[in-house]
């Protein structure tokens, strides 16, 4: 089986985010894999190890940054590594990473595409399912376990509205992944120092046989005009002392103040 | 007049409130509505997509589609859509709903936005808001293409009078082909009893302070004494304690309660994302320092074993 994992930078929301003049403070910022996309690389690694597989990951975007994250994928076990680095690429939208994305697959003709079900710095939680929509296969979203029926047949638990969906899936097909599938692993050392010693395919547009304009990057469906800080909410009071005194003072404020019991 | 296509929240065979939210939103900026329902056995819900003020109803009705499969979904959007001639069409912010909308904009070739708190449209040109950044920052985005998908934050839009009512024309539309290439062979269904959290006025949620089960219980009957749903945080979903379902948060459940009460949370962003949009925050935590106090309205420093207890006495003796 052959597994494409999609992995992306994002900024470390543990950090303060600046925001001044409608943009977010470059300086200061540090960039991690996304979280959901650690689990789609843990989901891999793990259907290798247990299954047998072909693992790659891509990845879109520069920077040193960038390489550090694919090589965290190298030390968690994931075979081989494409960059796709294109400064044309800086405005992209959902959909047109997914036509990038697009391109990346049908150069390597992939059983199955694992994906974060979102990023943790848009929270969009669009591209893997326009990814499949693009190429035409199934695709399973915010699955929360996954097994190998056999060489043409996965099964994916889906977290819906009502409960779990059991869903029979045919490859090739896109899987996005929720982070309760697994617990990803902690680099070792050791990976870390082999992964340093591994190629990455590092291609633009061109290397990749396409264009801005193919991959719909000179007519984007929508831009980001303005990044604002959120209305932080204000903290109220804090009641310390006497367990029963305090817990009667905010009962009493939440039925006379609040107005909500 | 711009038309606003509205996907029916329809859970358990009945109409959620956000239907009626995202219609009375559409109104106010004088759309003309429609609503799509997709399911089996929905003719008694007819009556209920009326009154929750869309102008038409278009129902695809279907054994086939009585358990949820998001491309015979999407079909059924993109075939209301295209009769209707949507300009903008809106989920609410359900798990089928965010597996739906990218489907949708990819077939029509339009925009996608998800997690949505407003939406203008001036002329031609539509602009949105969202949170983004585990809610740090807030986007403003302008939507290029002339039309627009949406998947509305839960409480970001209100019900308002002018939302109430609206006109019966049921436009019957033809089941899609099953997918075939996703087969869903069964729904393990979340236990039937317990109060939907986006329903809920009321929100209680238990963190990593309760320990156990047992801590569990303790809080969830104040959830009970309240009529309230009952959510929880990750730590307490990977324990295994409680199910993925209850999880509020980035990744969880969107809340937006009249009354949230965070009992052992610490208030990580994660969690916080998922619920500061609640109209009034009550936090218990043993910690004055836990960054929940940040946001919380009232905090109660307090060992939650000690002050659950007593919070519920207190609320029994004011119901009296
Ligand atoms: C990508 C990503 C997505 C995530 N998504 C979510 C999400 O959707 N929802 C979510 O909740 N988390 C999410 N998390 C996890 C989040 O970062 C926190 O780890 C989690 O919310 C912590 O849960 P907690 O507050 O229950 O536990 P803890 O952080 O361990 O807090 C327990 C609290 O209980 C208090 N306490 C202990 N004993 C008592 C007592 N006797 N009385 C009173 N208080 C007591 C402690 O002071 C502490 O503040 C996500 C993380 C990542 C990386």
Redesign the interface.
């Known amino acids: 089986m052959k597994i494409l994992t999609t992995v992306k930078k994002v ?1 470390d ?2 950090l303060t ?1 600046r ?1 001044e003049s409608g943009a ?1 403070v470059e300086e200061g910022l540090q960039y991690v894999m996304n979280a ?1 996309d650690e689990n789609a690389v843990e989901a891999s690694v793990q259907l290798k190890e247990n299954n047998g597989a072909e693992t790659t990951l891509v990845s879109i975007g520069g920077g040193d940054d960038n390489i550090q994250i694919i090589r965290r994928g190298y030390a968690m076990g994931i075979d081989n590594g494409v960059q796709v680095d294109d400064p044309l690429l800086a405005g992209a ?3 047109v990473l ?1 036509r990038v994305l697009q391109k990346v697959c049908e150069k390597g003709s992939y059983d199955l595409i694992i994906t974060g ?2 990023a ?7 591209t893997g ?2 990814l499949a ?2 190429l035409g ?6 699955v ?1 376990a996954m097994d190998v029926i056999d060489d043409k047949h996965i ?2 638990t ?13 490859l090739p ?1 896109v899987v996005t992944v ?3 599938i697994n ?1 990803p692993r902690l680099p070792q050392m050791r990976g870390l120092m082999m992964a340093k010693k591994k190629k990455i395919d590092v291609m633009d547009l061109a290397a990749l046989g396409t264009s801005l304009d193919e991959v719909g990057g000179k ?12 209305q ?2 204000k ?6 002392g006497d ?2 005194q ?3 003072q ?2 009493d ?3 006379n103040e ?1 107005k ?2 | 007049m711009a038309k606003v296509l509205v996907i029916a929240d329809i859970k358990r065979g009945e109409v959620k409130r956000s239907t009626a939210e995202l219609l009375a939103k559409a109104r106010s900026i004088g759309a003309e509505t429609a609503v799509v329902a997709i399911g089996n056995n929905l003719e008694a819900l007819i009556p209920g997509l009326v009154s929750a003020g869309s102008e038409s109803q278009y129902v695809a009705d279907d054994l086939g589609l009585e358990l949820f499969s998001a491309a015979p979904y999407a079909s059924c959007i993109v075939d209301a859509a295209n009769q209707f001639g949507a300009d903008q069409i809106w989920f609410a912010s359900t798990e089928s709903g965010k597996a739906v909308a990218p489907r949708v904009a990819a077939r029509l070739g339009v925009a996608c936005a998800t997690d949505i708190t407003d939406v203008t449209s001036t002329g031609d040109n539509i602009e949105i808001t969202r949170p983004a950044i585990a809610n740090k920052v807030i986007q403003r985005v302008k939507i290029n293409s002339e039309k627009l998908v949406a998947v509305v934050r839960a409480g970001a839009f209100e019900m308002t009078a002018e939302g109430a009512g609206g006109s019966e024309k049921v436009i019957r539309l033809a089941a899609p082909p099953a997918d075939l290439g996703a087969v869903v062979k069964e729904l393990i269904a979340d236990a039937s009893g317990d109060i939907d959290l986006g329903d809920a006025a009321i929100v209680v949620s238990v963190g990593r302070g309760v320990k156990d089960q047992k801590g569990i219980d303790l809080v969830k009957a104040l959830a009970d004494d309240l009529g309230a749903g009952f959510g929880t945080s990750r730590a307490m979903v990977d324990s295994g304690l409680m199910g993925h379902n209850k999880q509020v948060g980035q990744t969880g459940k969107i809340v937006a309660p009249k009354l949230y009460i965070a009992v052992g949370i610490s208030g990580a962003i994660q969690h916080l994302s998922g619920m500061t949009g609640s109209q009034v925050i009550v936090a218990v935590n043993n910690d004055p320092e836990a960054p929940i106090f940040n946001v919380a309205d009232y905090g109660i420093v307090g060992d939650l074993f000690e002050v659950v207890p007593i919070l519920r006495q207190q609320i029994k003796n004011i119901k009296k």
């Open positions: 900024v929301v543990e985010i925001v977010i959901w939208d959902s959909f997914a079900k979102q943790q710095d848009t929270d969009n939680g669009q399912i326009i929509e693009n296969i199934p695709c399973v979203s915010n929360v099964k994916a889906r977290l819906g509205d009502g409960g779990k969906e059991i869903v029979e899936v045919t097909a929720s982070d309760s617990e007519d984007i469906r929508s831009e980001i005009v303005e990044f604002s800080r959120s932080a909410r903290a109220g009071k804090k009641y310390e367990a029963a305090i817990t009667a905010v009962v404020l939440l039925v609040a909500v019991l």
